[in-house]
Nanobody, 123 residues
Framework: QVQLVESGGGLMQAGDSLKLSCAAS????????MGWFRQAPGKEREFVAS????????SYADSVKGRFTISRDNAKNMVYLQMNSLKPEDTAVYYC????????????????WGQGTQVTVSS
C-alpha cells in the first residue's frame, strides 16, 4: 500500500506561482513513477505531469508545458508540482498518484491516489 497526501493548494490570481507537495508513505517510494492529475468541476480527471522513479523521464500535458515543473525527492518521499503563470483554466482539484511501474500519463494506469488539494485561480 502507498498513502499519498497533497498539500499547498489555495486561492491564487492569474499570473501567480504555486507549489504543490505530495507526501508518500508505505511501499518503496523510489520505485514508483509518480503523477499529478487534476479535475475541474463537471470535467473528467486529466493528466498534468508525471515523473519516473529516478527522475530521468518527465512528461507534461500540452496545456501546462513550459509553465509547470514536476520534481521529486526520493530521500524525503516527496513529489512536487511547481506551477507558474497560473491561469483561471488551471482551477481544479489536483491529485497526486503513484504507479508501481514505469511512467504513464493515463488515469487508469495509476494504482494509488491522494485526496486532492484545491487550486483556484481568479482572473
Amino acid at each position: 500500500q502507498v498513502q499519498l497526501v497533497e498539500s499547498g493548494g489555495g486561492l491564487m490570481q492569474a499570473g501567480d506561482s504555486l507549489k504543490l507537495s505530495c507526501a508518500a508513505s508505505g511501499r518503496s517510494f523510489s520505485s514508483n513513477a509518480m503523477g499529478w492529475f487534476r479535475q475541474a468541476p463537471g470535467k473528467e480527471r486529466e493528466f498534468v505531469a508525471s515523473i519516473s522513479a529516478g527522475s530521468v523521464r518527465k512528461s507534461y500535458a500540452d496545456s501546462v508545458k513550459g509553465r509547470f515543473t514536476i520534481s521529486r525527492d526520493n530521500a524525503k518521499n516527496m513529489v512536487y508540482l511547481q506551477m507558474n503563470s497560473l491561469k483561471p483554466e488551471d482551477t481544479a482539484v489536483y491529485y497526486c498518484a503513484a504507479r508501481l511501474a514505469a511512467l504513464a500519463t493515463s488515469v487508469s494506469r495509476y494504482d494509488y491516489w491522494g485526496q486532492g488539494t484545491q487550486v483556484t485561480v481568479s482572473s
